[in-house]
């Protein structure tokens, strides 16, 4: 029978029992039930908390209840045989991606959760594709078994041709939809069974009736990793089959590499499968309390109490008191309090060791992404990158002794959140806000009137444009010449304009491949090199507005060919300033395309409304890419401009009677309609 453990309030676990994993999937997959019963079933909470209810511990912003969904990362933390497991749940809404990205950052391993009957969804493979770029080991959790329609094999199926991986399956179900009672471990080759009613499992034979079926999969699972695992092949050659040791320590390792991810399953909304999920939460860690402290902040919160900053320490012993370098900054910081965080709860402790995540008061500056380390000895983590936010609304007070106030407000909304972006817009002197998506910005705006108390007015969301170049132009000639009494100002600069990428070799210059790229092939000194970086960074402010609407230039790349310099009045400021209005003229004359941003939307509706919502696709310029069908239900996918898709969910509901969901993911930028009003 499985036991519970009481939660540990003082980090005393030594450094190899700690666990921090994070619990990664699409929206609604199950990530906030699943945490919930691992709370349950390791003593730290008494009551199960329902998502529908409102109850969960890590849903605890007023708006995340009432929308249902996780909005904001919460770590949480618990004990389970012998072992510390600090638990991050994260957001599964393609708005708040970059809030799992800052996440990922800290962790050890995840948990990536599907859905039994859905399978791997959009959001599920972004955020896999995320934890490969952070290199984070995973195991797969498939739940909600207990559904109708519920397949784990079309479940696995999809895990292996969506995500790219090997999935070694570990556990046989036992029953199916409603029958769903438990699991055969193919490692042990035993039944693990939930009775109704029960929060513990009970431990029995496997079943008659699934023998040969457990032993079929088993030779299946010793094969897959045979074919991976050079200790599991030599021991398969031999045997003919894999031990249980050998199988278990060929696990962990393919675990660790990302050559394979093991799969489990169960249904956590029937507290069934939790259990063995835990007990396979496994990494090791090889950081030193003795060592110089040094942890990276990954979430800062603003709260009626203070300024709450959550960092994960990776190496050394921090205390209450202690006095720490934020690396970046290049500023000391004094420790006031440590926390043990429980989402919207905190216990105090007096110190945190390599290992941990924990929450610190007493910080006045520290941002997401910032180092903080021991002033003797300094370092700089690699911190996460936020993503480039593509949708904006204008914000203001509706009453002007509001102003104030507001900037305080989404100052602080930045510092907690830096996927969102603030700025002052030059030409109308609106107050700009920009975020991930509709609801991503729906949910800050909402935050400061909540929070703040204030009357906010929001415009019409706009969507970052960009301009590029079709058909550029060559040997453009400025002469940049300022006489005003004393030194004048003489630069004389020949360039190219032309499409990046329009040619085959890339040059041997500067600057971003996917944006600008500059080069020079002046010869015999006519333009000295220190001239042609001037040249260069006047070609990077001339890209800040392009000719058709003011938007940023992408996809260009400049040549300068020729120039000639003045004995008394050339300068660096100068070839700058020709640099800068050269291209502008240079663009002016060119063919030049508005681009506008566009997403990947995957859209589940009932097999009756299909013609209806590719209608409405098709009417939104939308591209339909795919289409399958899946228990009386249709998955379309289509690419759509995103000026296109706000209010897409009232309109989907509509046509849908409340049935249809769909997801977003921003994919890049397209050629806009021409003509377009970058207005609408």
């Not at 036991?3 to 906030?32: Q, S």
């Not at 909402?446 to 444009?465: F, M, N, S, T």
């Not at 939307?601 to 939104?620: E, F, I, K, N, S």
Request: with cysteine; hydrophobic share 40%.
């Amino acid at each position: 029978m499985a036991v519970r453990t009481e939660l540990h309030r003082r980090p005393t676990n030594p450094l190899n029992h700690v666990r921090n994993l994070g619990i990664l999937a699409h929206v609604d997959a199950g990530k906030t039930t699943v945490t919930e019963r691992i709370l349950y079933l390791t003593g730290a909470v008494h009551k199960r908390g329902e998502v529908h209810d409102g109850t969960t511990v890590t849903d605890f912003d007023p708006q995340e209840r009432d929308r249902g969904i996780t909005i904001f990362a919460a770590a949480v933390s618990c004990a389970w045989d012998g072992h510390r497991i600090n638990l991050i749940d994260t957001p599964g809404h393609v708005d708040f991606s970059d809030e799992v990205e800052r996440s990922l950052r800290v962790l050890d391993g995840a948990i990536a959760v599907f859905d039994a009957v859905a399978g791997v969804e959009p959001q599920s493979e972004s955020v896999w594709r995320q934890a490969d770029r952070h290199g984070v080991p995973r195991i797969a959790f498939v739940n909600k078994l207990d559904r109708a329609g519920a397949d784990l094999d079309t479940a696995v199926a999809s895990i292996r041709d969506r995500l790219h991986t090997v999935p070694l399956v570990v556990q046989l179900p036992i029953g199916a939809e409603d029958g769903f009672t438990g699991v055969v471990d193919l490692l042990r080759m035993r039944a693990l069974v939930w009775a109704d009613g029960h929060d513990t499992f009970e431990e029995v034979e496997v079943p008659d009736g699934l023998r040969d079926e457990a032993r079929r999969r088993r030779r299946l699972l010793d094969e897959a990793v045979a074919e991976l695992h050079p200790a599991a092949l030599e021991e398969f050659c031999a045997q003919s089959t894999v031990s249980e040791p050998t199988l278990t320590a060929a696990l962990r390792d393919l675990t660790r590499t990302g050559e394979g991810v093991v799969v489990l399953c169960g249904s956590a909304y029937r507290d069934r499968g939790i259990e063995p999920l835990l007990d396979d939460a496994v990494q090791e860690r090889p950081a030193d309390p003795a060592a110089p402290f040094a942890a990276l902040v990954f979430k800062v919160n603003s709260t009626a109490t203070g300024r709450l900053t959550c960092l994960r320490v990776y190496s050394g012993t921090v205390r209450k008191g202690d006095t720490v370098l934020d690396a970046g900054a290049r500023r000391h910081e004094r420790v006031g309090r440590i926390l043990r965080v429980q989402a919207g709860r905190h216990s105090d402790v007096d110190t945190a060791v390599a290992g941990d995540i924990v929450a610190v008061i007493g910080l006045k500056s520290a941002r997401a992404g910032a180092t903080l380390c021991a002033p003797a000895a300094p370092l700089v983590l690699e911190p996460p990158a936020p993503a480039d936010p593509v949708v904006s609304v204008a914000v203001e007070a509706r009453r002007s002794t509001d102003t104030e106030r507001l900037v305080t407000a989404l100052a602080r909304l930045v510092e907690e959140d830096p996927s969102l972006t603030v700025r002052t817009d030059p030409e109308t002197g609106q107050t700009v806000l920009s975020g991930m998506g509709e609801l991503h910005l729906e949910v800050a705006v909402e935050k400061i009137r909540r929070a703040h108390e204030l009357d906010i007015g929001v415009g019409r969301p706009q969507v970052a444009y960009r301009e590029t170049v079709a058909r550029g132009v060559s040997g453009l000639v400025y002469r940049h010449v300022k006489q005003d009494g004393g030194a004048g100002q003489f630069a004389h600069v020949v360039l190219d304009a032309e499409p990046l990428g329009a040619t085959g070799e890339t040059g041997t210059g500067s600057g971003d491949d996917a944006g600008f790229v500059f080069r020079s092939t002046v010869v015999g000194g006519r333009v000295p090199q220190e001239y042609v970086r001037a040249v260069e960074a006047g070609c990077r402010d001339a890209l800040a507005e392009g000719p058709l609407g003011g938007h940023p230039v992408t996809g260009v790349r400049v040549t300068l060919t020729d120039g000639a310099t003045h004995s008394k009045d050339s300068s660096e400021m100068a070839f700058r300033a020709a640099g800068r209005f050269a291209l502008r003229e240079a663009l002016r004359v060119s063919a030049m395309v508005l681009l506008e941003p566009v997403a990947e939307v995957t859209v589940t509706v009932p097999d009756d409304a299909v013609g209806g919502v590719l209608g409405d696709l098709a009417a939104r310029r939308g591209r339909v890419s795919g289409s399958t069908a899946r228990a009386g239900t249709a998955v379309i996918t289509a690419t759509v401009p995103l000026a296109e898709l706000f209010g897409y969910a009232t309109r989907l509901r509509s046509r849908t009677r409340g049935r249809g969901t769909f997801t977003t993911r921003p994919t890049g930028y397209a050629p806009a309609p021409d003509p377009v009003s970058p207005d609408r």
